[in-house]
């Protein structure tokens, strides 16, 4: 395909450019940082040569494809963060952006598209991260019918839904993930895992992986501190205050066994490496520039 690395044995990757609108409080926010056309720039100089596709408010399609062109950047799949009734959005209205959404990867040529569902600074899984606080059969229930209807809905419009676990939403755990994963066809709902947060939620990341690695088309390629993670789960900290106590690394320069997680997708994966840093040890740029060397340095394991 046109889109690899040049380099035999890499691998198709991308940057969701988040570490530019991380705060210091441990949160994210969307209008802090560059223009959109100057961060696209940024992103290009930085080293990659795709990025996570989303395309920004009051934006065309044309105008977005015209600025990727312009930074000489790709499309990479996007990301769709499903709001929630206690989020003050009916499920009809949900699933009614999905099918917008969805529309818009089908148009930039995309054909995958991770799909998580929404948090916010006072969600219980927020206060008391990574261990499935207030698991309830009739909230799981609601989020099963929601990942099920929008993945179909996603597989309308052309575009294969990839379920992706994140801390602080009610789909944290293993065990809430496989519950959907096996539930769920594979025809309709992909998996679209990101290293960092299944790790957060002490997940046997390779081993899920291994699982449905004929479901993995997508994955988010973070690093952490599992030393940070275990001392802030035994101080009861909060999301944003493990995050502030140092929880994230760039690629390659934290504590997760990244090469054996990429190993379990198997020498014949042909997805997408997305490469996230949600609170940057460098400054944005360099960040970006640190993630982009290494992701460019791997080679898919011998058959």
Request: with cysteine.
């Amino acid at each position: 395909m046109t889109d690899f690395l040049s380099t035999p044995g890499g691998y198709r990757f991308a940057l969701n450019p988040i570490q530019w609108f991380a705060t210091a409080d441990g949160w994210l926010d969307p209008t802090k940082g560059p223009t959109p056309q100057e961060l696209l720039k940024e992103i290009a100089r930085s080293g990659f040569h795709a990025v996570h596709a989303q395309v920004p408010a009051g934006w065309t399609i044309g105008e977005y494809k015209s600025a990727l062109q312009d930074a000489g950047l790709k499309p990479a799949p996007g990301y769709l963060s499903m709001a929630l009734p206690e989020h003050g959005v009916e499920i009809e209205a949900a699933l009614e952006t999905a099918r917008t959404s969805a529309a818009q990867q089908a148009e930039l040529g995309l054909t995958d598209m991770f799909i998580a569902t929404r948090m916010n600074k006072d969600a219980p899984r927020v206060k008391r991260p990574g261990v499935g606080a207030e698991f309830d059969e009739a909230k799981f229930a609601m989020i099963f019918n929601l990942v099920d209807r929008a993945s179909a809905i996603l597989n309308e419009e052309g575009v294969k839904a990839a379920l992706h676990p994140h801390i602080g939403t009610w789909i944290e755990t293993e065990t809430e993930t496989r519950r959907l994963l096996d539930n769920i066809s594979a025809n309709q709902l992909g998996f679209g895992p990101d290293t960092g947060h299944l790790s957060w939620a002490g997940a046997d990341v390779i081993g899920l992986i291994k699982d449905y690695r004929d479901r993995t088309r997508v994955m988010h390629v973070k690093d952490c501190r599992l030393q940070v993670r275990d001392a802030a789960k035994a101080a009861g900290k909060t999301y944003q205050q493990t995050v502030v106590s140092g929880l994230w690394a760039e690629p390659g320069s934290g504590e997760l066994d990244l090469a054996g997680m990429l190993a379990a997708l198997g020498s014949d994966f042909d997805g997408w490496l997305i490469a996230e840093v949600d609170f940057p040890t460098l400054p944005p740029f360099e960040c970006a520039k640190a993630s982009a060397e290494w992701l460019s340095k791997l080679r898919r394991p011998a058959h």
